[in-house]
Structure formats: C-alpha cells, structure tokens
C-alpha cells in the first residue's frame, strides 16, 4: 500500500514538473532569444568600434567610441515580444557635407518595434485573406499579449506604402529588360465599392537566364483591343523590345494589339482555354472522346504527326459537330507554335496557367473580403500577391536554351536545327 502511494506522488510530482517546463518553454525561447539578440548587438558594436580605431582627434582620443546603453525598448519577434537595451555608440566624426556620422544597427535598425519577419507576416496574412480586426487575436497568442503596432492602421499605412510601389512599378524603364516568352491573360474579380467587375490585363515574361518576372499589370476594360493595345505601347514607350512568342488565349483584343505593336512576335493559343471552348460545342457524352483526342494532338511529338491527329479529330466530328471542328482548326496554326521552339520549354509554353494559378489567391482575397474596395486596391493587391508568390517561382526548363531562342536560332520539332545537321552529316 505504501509503495502504491508512494509511487502515485512521483507521478503527480513528475506531471507537475512536466506542465512548469511546458509552460516555461515560451519563456526560455525568449529569455534565449533575447541574450543571443544582445550578444549580437554588442559584437556588432565592438567591430564598428575596432573598424574605426585608428581615427583620432588632433589630441590622440579616439573619435568612435561606447557610449552604455538605450533605454530598453520591447521588439516584437517570432518567439514574441522581447526587451533590447541596445548599446550606444559616441560617433564624433563627420562626413563630407559637414554631418555628424551616426551609427546604425543593422540588427536592430533605429526605432524599430519588429523584427522584419514579423513586418513581412502582416502584408501576407492580409492579402491572404485575413481581415485587419483580426489581426491582434490572430498573433497575440504568438506574440504575447503585448503584441503593439499589429492594428488596421498598420496595415492602412502598409497600403499607402504598395500603392507607391506599385506606381513606380508602371514607371520603370525596360530598356535594359530582355523577354523571350510572354503569357498574357486578363483576370477578372469583383471591386467592392463599385458595380463592374476589375479586368486585370497582365503580363509575365522569361528572361535569357531563364527567370519569370512580372512584367506589367493594368486596369482594362473587358480585355478590348483598345486596353491591350494601350498596354503594350507604354510597354514599347518605357523600352520594351518585341518577345520572341507569346502565350494567350484566345481573346482577340490582346491578338490584334500586339500584332500592331509587336508584329514579329510568334502566337502561341493557350491549349486549356482552346480545349474549353471547343468541349463546350460538343454534347456532354462526347466530351471525354474529344479530350482524349485533343491531348493526342498537344502530345505528338513532331508537328506531323499533331497534325494526322488534327486531321483523326476532323474526321471524327467534323459531319455531326463542325463547330467544335472549326473552332480547333481555325487556330491549327497558333496552337501549334510551339513545335518551333526548344522540346524542353513546352509544357510551359502550351498554356497560360501560370497567370490562372497566380490569382487563385487573389480571388481567395476578394472572397474574404467580398472584393477590394476600389479598382486601385485591386490592382495593388494583385500586384503584392504576384510580387510574393514570385520569390518561389521555378526558372524555366533547359534554362541554357533560351539565350539561343532569344539569338534567333531555328528549331525544327522542338530539336535545334545545326544538331539536326550535325547528326545527318
């Protein structure tokens, strides 16, 4: 009986000890954080100090010197909110227009209550659909309860802030920028305060070392010719030289806009938008046939053969359906470019689904929050969504290839044509 007792106090102990580290581990994370913080921030001094060591006065005293501590100040942090007493530097030098030289932390920049992962959280969470009431309940159980600057007008001057970015975006000039490939598409989404929906025309392009970039995102109006045509000469104005194809739908706004500003480029039909139309002039029972078929053609592998499948389609349900017949062979052409560029760098060039998933989340937005509260919004919500999604984008394929895409050389089936040569001889 005793050791039944005994052995239930070293449980209940056991337990008890269990639940004061659990709860005592947010604080060791901080108390850790914070003395790595101040260790760092003092050996950031010491090597600004030693760096500076050998300026003196005319009198021999050393012009950069410690000068003890900040008032502590409390920085919000991933492992929450943390108390820094950063230390003072006595810099007594001046630069050349006569100022007086000050240092600054780059660990801890000068009146900073955030770490920068946490400013960069904020932007995220609200794009994403989070509403800015939500925020302190959100983060306050990771934060702490203290968890200051995380408010509507945060994000209020968050906003002002992408609108400048976003307007120095539309200005930049593109006379140093190269693009190869371009996808275009135009994205519409609901606007709050307003009763149309926002068109928003955009534009993405491959560099020659292979990397997507946005290149332009505007306000259009149902995808005219006008509002395509409108964006590609600012384009052409701001630099922009002629791609070497471009990837659309086939809408005949952006069609007849870039073959007035761009008439060299290539076509290339976005395969998924041309397989829905031609689906929908079809009855439901033959639509599986017909996707079958389709993908036949896109998955040939010389523009012979895709065109026998062309051929094996019309055949099939050219007598009974020449709709859906017209509407694949009316394109044959544009929705085959692609046989004429690098095998390696098809599958991105067959569709524009890199702008389709792009704004799955910012109609993921505008769900949340029932649209954004003016076209303005819209476009610099876009704009922030791309602008983060664009860290984790993939270079394209055989990257090496297309610099010789973008030096004119010719392929034939997707194969380069002097190593087509090169075997014959």
């Avoid at 060591?53 to 012009?63: A, C, T, V, W």
């Avoid at 926002?198 to 006008?226: F, H, M, N, Q, T």
């Avoid at 019309?314 to 560029?341: H, I, M, N, R």
Wanted: charged share 30%.
């Amino acid at each position: 009986m005793l050791k039944i007792v005994v052995d239930n106090e070293r449980k209940q102990a056991g337990s008890a000890c269990d639940e004061e580290v659990a709860l005592t581990l947010d604080d060791l994370a901080r108390a850790g954080a914070q003395e790595m913080i101040k260790t760092a921030l003092l050996a950031e001094v010491e090597e600004y100090i030693q760096q500076h060591s050998q300026e003196r006065d005319p009198q021999g005293h050393r012009l950069v010197v410690r000068n003890g501590y900040h008032n502590p100040r409390q920085v919000i942090t991933g492992a929450g909110p943390i108390e820094v007493k950063a230390p003072r530097v006595d810099d007594k030098r001046v630069d050349e227009h006569g100022e007086k030289v000050q240092f600054a932390s780059n660990i801890l920049p000068r009146y900073s209550r955030r770490s920068p992962k946490v400013d960069e959280v904020l932007p995220v969470l609200y794009l994403r659909g989070l509403s800015t009431g939500d925020f302190r309940p959100a983060l306050e159980s990771f934060l702490g309860e203290d968890a200051s600057g995380l408010s509507s007008t945060t994000i209020t001057r968050l906003t002002k802030k992408w609108e400048e970015e976003y307007r120095s975006f539309q200005q930049q000039d593109l006379r140093q920028k190269r693009y190869i490939y371009i996808w275009a598409d135009g994205i519409h989404f609901n606007i709050r305060l307003e009763e149309d929906r926002l068109c928003a025309l955009v534009l993405i392009g491959v560099l020659p070392d292979g990397r997507k970039e946005l290149i332009a995102i505007e306000d259009g109006y149902r995808e005219s010719s006008e509002s395509w045509l409108s964006l590609l000469r600012g384009l052409r104005n701001r630099g922009l030289s002629a791609p070497a194809l471009a990837i659309g739908d086939g809408t005949l706004g952006f069609w007849k806009a870039i073959e007035e500003t761009y008439p060299e480029t290539r076509e290339q039909r976005c395969s998924v938008h041309k397989l829905v139309n031609i689906l929908d002039k079809l009855p439901r029972r033959l639509q599986p046939k017909a996707k079958r078929m389709y993908h036949e053609i896109l998955n040939s592998s010389t523009r012979k053969e895709a065109e026998k499948q062309v051929e094996a389609f019309t055949e099939e349900f050219g007598a009974k359906y020449p709709k859906a017949v017209e509407c694949l062979v009316k394109d044959q052409e544009s929705l085959l470019a692609f046989y004429d560029f690098p095998a390696e760098h098809w599958m991105h060039l067959r569709s524009t689904n890199i702008i389709e998933s792009i704004f799955s989340t910012v109609r993921l937005r505008t769900r949340k929050t029932k649209g954004a509260g003016s076209r303005t919004a819209g476009l610099v919500m876009a704009f922030k969504l791309i602008e983060a999604s664009s860290r984790r984008w993939k270079v394209i394929r055989s990257k090496e290839l297309v610099k010789l895409v973008d030096e004119g050389h010719s392929f034939i089936d997707g194969i380069l044509v002097k190593n087509m040569e090169s075997d014959a001889a």
